[in-house]
């Protein structure tokens, strides 16, 4: 795995770990079993899914779920030097939504 996509996964795990610490169920282990269902795609699938909707470089993933529904938040550096986002549904690699 290159560099950039390790340092960006373990980024993503340990943010998703944070709430564990506090008492609360933890988000990794919700998305690892969500992964195992095949309710979400690996993370690698989403950001080249993301990337070719929105070519540049991720500075932030958050998985977020709703009623069911998983989506991948990516925010993106653009070449222009714009800080962009787009959403991705975490199961079909669906865009949802250009910001």
Do not use: C, N
């Amino acid at each position: 795995m290159p560099k950039p996509l390790l340092a960006l996964a373990t980024a993503l795990l340990v943010s998703l770990s944070a709430h564990a610490a506090f008492g609360d169920e933890s988000d990794q282990d919700r998305a690892r079993r969500a992964l195992e269902r095949g309710e979400i795609r690996p993370l690698d699938q989403v950001l080249d899914a993301a990337r070719k909707a929105l070519p540049g470089d991720v500075v932030k993933v958050e998985l977020d779920e709703d009623d069911g529904r998983w989506t991948y938040e990516i925010k993106i550096l653009t070449p222009s030097g714009e800080r962009r986002e787009v959403e991705i549904d975490a199961k079909s690699l669906r865009v949802l939504e250009i910001d």
